[in-house]
């Protein structure tokens, strides 16, 4: 593993400093897999899972995040839920989301997978998102399993139902629930048949996800992985590079293509 930061003395990709090896893993790579987490969202003003100042310090995961705690108090967790939703409703994509959006345009056989549930990816353009985790811009009932958007500035007070009559809840995957099946089956065979895997903005702690990454290193793949901070893949990934993704991320975007499309 090599382990880079901003300010080392290497190659000037919009402004962003990238170590030479970046060139080197990047080239005739035309089979792409990406997992990005909480820390791609922060640029965009969204709180981390795990951060310092993130949300879940001042909450009870179990009483907000689960199904006991849906039960136990709906209204509750509804009232969590408008509350994200409202914050939603002012984020923007960054720099690193329309970079991965344009990334897969061009790229033949590129696939996201994210942590994430706030959709930013699909608001910057990106053509397919594997979703892990779910997607808190919809809902879906507890009685026919039917999702469907949501409003993000909920007018009403209370506990929503479906037109069946059953409840709504966050179509999101909570505390003790598994995640979507074949979701988690097509990231995988995108890990396992991948040339380059990116670890973007994630603490790659929250399994089964964190294995992805090892999963394409075990076959061979290129791994780079880019985070504000050292995680427990850094010492795994092929170059490890500590930085913002919204610099980061559009940098390695255009070493990518100067090397691919000419």
Known sequence: ?????????????????????????????????VLTGAGISAESGLETFRGKSGIWNQMKPEELASMDGFMANPGLVWEWYRYRRTILATAQPNPAHHA???????????????????????VAGQRAVLELHGNIRLNRCL?????EDA?????????????????????????GEELPRKVLDEAIRASDSCQLFLVIGTSAEVYPAA??????????????????????????ATVSILGLASQAVPAVLQTWKSLNLQ
């Open 143 to 147: 009685r026919c399993g039917k999702e």
């Open 151 to 175: 409003e993000l500035l909920a007018s009403h007070d209370g506990i929503p139902y479906c037109q069946c009559g059953g409840q709504l809840r966050p179509s999101v995957v909570w505390f």
């Open 211 to 236: 294995h992805l990454p090892e999963i394409a290193r075990e076959h061979g793949a290129a791994t780079l992985e880019i985070n504000v901070e050292q995680t427990r893949f850094s010492s795994q």
């Open 100 to 122: 991965l959006a344009e990334w897969s345009k061009l790229c033949k056989d590129f696939t996201l997978v994210t942590q994430n549930v706030d959709g930013l990816h699909q």
């Open 1 to 33: 593993m090599t382990q880079y930061k901003q300010d080392s003395n290497q190659s000037q990709v919009n402004n962003f400093t990238l170590p030479l090896q970046v060139a080197d893993i990047l080239k005739e790579t035309h089979r792409i897999t």
